[in-house]
């Protein structure tokens, strides 16, 4: 009986670090990817760029992150104060029992001085 105890705490500390060790790369590069989209951001407001290649930008600063999302996931918003930039993703795991999808949202917006 001991022994089945010990086996079954053995299963559940290393299922718990397989999770874990999936789980916190997206995690971490999504706070990565908002670092990076919060600089692209601060200096698209005083430069002039169009939208496209602000979305192109974004676009390729993700892919740089192994982060994969196309242009119309990309949402570019003028205000009169400044620029915002908002990005919706999803990443997929293939965990050994049950495969999950985790969505993202980066946001970052600039108001000019």
């Known amino acids: 009986m001991e022994k089945i ?4 705490g053995v299963l559940v500390i290393a299922s ?3 999770v874990a ?6 995690y971490f590069h999504n706070g990565q990817f908002q ?4 600089d692209i951001v601060r200096r698209a407001t005083y430069t002039a760029i169009n939208d496209d290649d602000l979305k192109q ?3 390729e600063k993700a892919k740089s992150m192994d982060i994969f999302i196309k242009d119309d996931q990309v949402t570019v918003t003028h205000t009169g ?4 930039i908002s990005v919706k993703y999803r990443v997929h795991l293939d965990m050994l029992v049950h ?15």
Request: proline residues 8%.
């Open 81 to 84: 104060m400044g620029l915002g």
């Open 21 to 26: 060790w999936n789980m916190i790369p997206p």
């Open 16 to 18: 718990g670090f397989y």
């Open 57 to 59: 930008r974004v676009v």
């Open 35 to 38: 670092e990076e989209l919060d």
């Open 99 to 113: 495969p999950t999808d985790l969505d993202f949202t980066a946001n970052s917006l600039n108001k000019r001085i």
């Open 5 to 8: 105890k010990a086996l079954i």
